[in-house]
């Protein structure tokens, strides 16, 4: 489970959400009515590590899409571990 306290909707429309979990990194923010969701390896913040390191998905902007996006993470997370 990956803890993300403070992550809501309306959070993500006013700034991105940073975090990481087992040698991982995510960054979500919001974009065109999407959740936009990034995942990278440590030890580089999202914006020195390159763009061939990190893998993108979008979710619908929503509660429930913020949920799906919050799962997608941990899940991908659970794989590469």
Do not use: Q
């Not at 991982?24 to 969701?37: G, H, N, P, Q, T």
């Amino acid at each position: 489970m990956i803890d993300t306290p403070g992550l809501s909707v309306n959070f993500l429309k006013k700034e991105p959400y940073t975090g990481s979990h087992a040698g991982s990194r995510y960054y979500l923010c919001s974009a065109e009515d999407k959740i936009k969701v990034c995942i990278y390896p440590e030890p580089w913040c999202f914006e020195v590590t390159p763009d061939d390191d990190k893998t993108w998905n979008e979710f619908p902007f929503s509660p429930e899409g913020l949920k799906s996006a919050v799962d997608w993470i941990a899940e991908y997370i659970t794989k590469k571990a």
